[in-house]
């Protein structure tokens, strides 16, 4: 990323993976913790990162990837659960939506473009930034977007196996509680190493700039 500020990128990605990941989560387990049916809970909780996708259409005209793969496997799992998938399933639904989030991330590293590239890019290529050139002319920001990439999937992938292993193993009164915690230190890590990533990415090209000068 050529001049996007770390500290806009933070905050994107917080918003992101609080819309996309940790909220849709928490919606179920409040619903469901106030009676509610699984179908309904799955419904409304699917309803924000959909709400998110829209209005980051409604803004920039660019789909919010990570927004609508999360309804995806919402929707597959309310459908599983269902067909008698039973209590487990239900608890590890949070994992199963990480987790598949992380694969797909791995699995583009083999497409044209990572996911990392296309997830960031509606909030983080600023004004007079054009991606497409940057990834077509400048190896270090393909290895950036590969590296976030690399990352993300591995860390979102681990949470999501580590959760489900929990859901089907623990007292499942304590999953939730668990799954919470886990949101914080997996997100905050991927999202600390992210900015600084950035940061060196953003200092570099300045050093490289000053010594062109």
Request: proline share 4%; glycine share 12%.
């Amino acid at each position: 990323m050529s001049t996007t500020k770390p500290e806009n990128l933070r905050a994107a990605l917080i918003r992101s993976g609080v819309l996309d990941l940790a909220a849709p989560v928490a919606t179920y387990y409040g619903l469901r913790a106030a009676g509610s049916t699984v179908l309904a809970a799955t419904l409304l909780a699917a309803a924000i990162p959909l709400v998110n996708a829209a209005v980051t259409f409604a803004r920039r005209r660019q789909l919010d990837q990570l927004a609508c793969l999360t309804v995806v496997v919402l929707g597959v799992l309310a459908v599983a659960v269902l067909a008698g998938g039973g209590q487990r399933l239900a608890l590890a639904r949070d994992g199963l939506v990480t987790g598949t989030v992380g694969l797909v991330a791995l699995a583009t590293l083999a497409a044209r473009r990572p996911l990392f590239f296309t997830v960031a890019r509606p909030f983080g290529q600023d004004p007079g930034e054009d991606w497409d050139r940057d990834w077509a002319a400048d190896a270090g920001f393909r290895h950036g977007m590969t590296l976030l990439t690399a990352v993300w999937g591995a860390g979102l992938g681990l949470d999501g196996a580590v959760k489900v292993i929990l859901a089907y193993t623990l007292a499942p009164d304590l999953v939730p509680a668990l799954a919470g915690v886990q949101y914080v230190v997996v997100l905050g890590g991927l999202i600390g190493f992210t900015v600084r990533h950035i940061r060196r990415r953003v200092s570099a090209r300045r050093g490289h700039g000053a010594r062109s000068a």
